[in-house]
């Protein structure tokens, strides 16, 4: 194996003149000067010539920089379009006096529903009931419905 032939000051500067674009003589001539300045100006010069080179790379955890945490996630989704649930404005209505009315009014088979779901078996029984006495057509569905409740309530 042969070693490259070093070239003098003239040469590299006569080939700087000829061929302005050729880093390469340009660098070798930096080198050949050997300042520190010169050699900021051979890593510019090697930038420019090589830019991957010249930047260390690291590995990068792509998850924890793409990672959302729950609060960004609700806080992403009510910026894109306005889904605040926000008061009208005005004085809101005093309900805690407001007669409710009958508790025949408060009856239905949805509630019904939702007392045996939450095992109030003797609240459903009695929503059961008054809805009976409501609705006289569904009497037998809804008395078995109450027998199925209290099967139920006994086991």
Same mark, same amino acid.
């Given at each position: 194996?042969? $070693? ?7 040469? #590299?500067?006569?080939?700087?003149? %000829? *061929?302005?674009?050729? @880093? +390469? ?8 000067? +050997? ?7 051979? $890593?510019? #010069? ?12 690291? &590995? ?9 945490? $729950?609060?960004? #996630? ?8 306005? !889904? ?5 404005? @005005? /004085? ?8 409710? +009315? ?9 509630? /019904?529903?939702? !007392?045996? &779901? %939450? @095992?109030? *078996? ?12 409501? &609705? ?7 008395? @078995? #419905? ?10």
């Amino acid at each position: 194996m042969t $070693t490259p032939k070093r070239y003098s000051h003239e040469e #590299l500067s006569k080939a700087i003149e %000829q *061929y302005p674009w050729w @880093g +390469g003589a340009r660098m070798a001539l930096l080198r050949e000067d +050997g300042s520190a300045e010169i050699k900021d100006h051979i $890593t510019l #010069l090697h930038a420019t010539l090589r830019p991957l080179a010249t930047i260390a790379t690291t &590995n990068v955890d792509i998850e924890r920089l793409t990672h959302l945490s $729950t609060d960004d #996630l609700i806080a992403r989704f009510l910026k894109r379009d306005d !889904y605040r649930i926000v008061a009208e404005e @005005g /004085a809101a209505e005093d309900l805690s006096e407001h007669d409710m +009315g009958d508790e025949e009014d408060m009856v239905s088979e949805e509630l /019904a529903e939702i !007392y045996l &779901n %939450q @095992g109030l *078996y003797d609240a459903a029984i009695d929503t059961y009931r008054k809805l009976s006495l409501l &609705n006289s057509e569904k009497s037998v569905y809804f008395a @078995g #419905l109450i027998a199925e409740i209290e099967d139920k309530k006994k086991k």
